[in-house]
């Protein structure tokens, strides 16, 4: 797994109720010295914890994309 997924994991095990978007991921969740990290690579990653089952894809009524821990990952 690239290290973008591991921490965005590991915020999920930490804030199991988690939920965001690409630009939120990135500001938010992964550590101040990623914050400039190419929403590219971020969502490469999320891509990468979707085909895992490890994260869902919700579509909000507005559009907007979030992404959250998906049930009953205890991961």
């Known amino acids: 797994m ?3 997924a591991e921490e965005i994991g590991r915020y999920l095990r930490d804030h199991p109720e988690a939920a965001d978007s690409l ?3 990135r ?4 550590p101040r010295l990623r914050l400039q990290e190419a929403a590219a ?3 490469e990653a ?4 979707l085909g895992r089952g490890l994260i869902v894809r919700q579509v909000q009524p507005d559009g907007t994309v979030l992404y959250r821990r998906a049930e009953g990952d205890a991961s």
């Open 2 to 4: 690239n290290s973008i």
């Open 23 to 25: 630009d939120g991921i």
């Open 27 to 30: 500001q938010w969740w992964l």
């Open 41 to 43: 690579e971020v969502e």
């Open 46 to 49: 999320l891509q990468e914890l």
